[in-house]
């Protein structure tokens, strides 16, 4: 784990001016594809018949059926992935990440609620008034 950038007292400023932050790059390619690889891993149990390990995963999001159904969701949504894979569990709790939250929010100490996970396959193509689908394939990384 490599240590989190200082925010400037500028940084906290517009945050809290502008409610949001273009700060960069937080975590590693190599990390993010592997919390790609460890939500695919869950995704498949889930479509298998899921795994109780945690409460949250028994309700919230549809098991098992038909993978190859005309009518799926918009959206797969997974809450709080922390309790189940370790990869997660880690990664929520990395100071380049609760350390930047610190700051932004002015104290010391910080929470989390529940994680939640989004995901919009590059097969469900419909647009939403929040997302958008490149069937051409992933986006590239931004130039910030």
């Known amino acids: 784990m490599t240590s989190p950038r200082p925010l400037s007292d500028e940084q906290v400023a517009v945050y809290a001016r502008e409610g949001y932050l273009r700060y960069g790059e937080v975590l590693a390619p190599g990390e993010v594809e592997d919390m790609c690889t460890a939500l695919a891993r869950i ?9 109780d390990s ?3 995963f028994r309700t919230g999001h549809r098991r098992g ?7 799926k ?10 309790k189940r ?8 709790r990395d100071l380049r990440l609760t350390s930047v939250a610190q700051r932004l ?15 919009k396959p590059l ?13 051409a394939g992933r986006w590239p990384p931004p130039t910030w």
């Not at 059926?65 to 009518?71: L, N, Q, R």
């Not at 894979?85 to 929520?92: A, G, M, N, Q, S």
């Not at 929010?105 to 995901?119: A, N, P």
């Not at 097969?123 to 069937?135: D, M, N, P, Q, V």
């Open 43 to 51: 995704k498949g149990e889930e479509a298998a018949g899921g795994n």
């Open 54 to 56: 945690s409460p949250e």
């Open 65 to 71: 059926g038909d993978p190859e159904a005309v009518e």
């Open 73 to 82: 969701p918009l959206y797969d949504q997974y809450v709080n992935v922390w």
């Open 85 to 92: 894979d370790p990869l997660f569990e880690r990664i929520v």
């Open 105 to 119: 929010l002015g104290t010391d100490r910080i929470r989390l609620w529940h994680d939640h996970i989004i995901s």
């Open 123 to 135: 097969t469900r193509a419909a647009i939403s008034g929040f997302t958008r689908t490149s069937t």
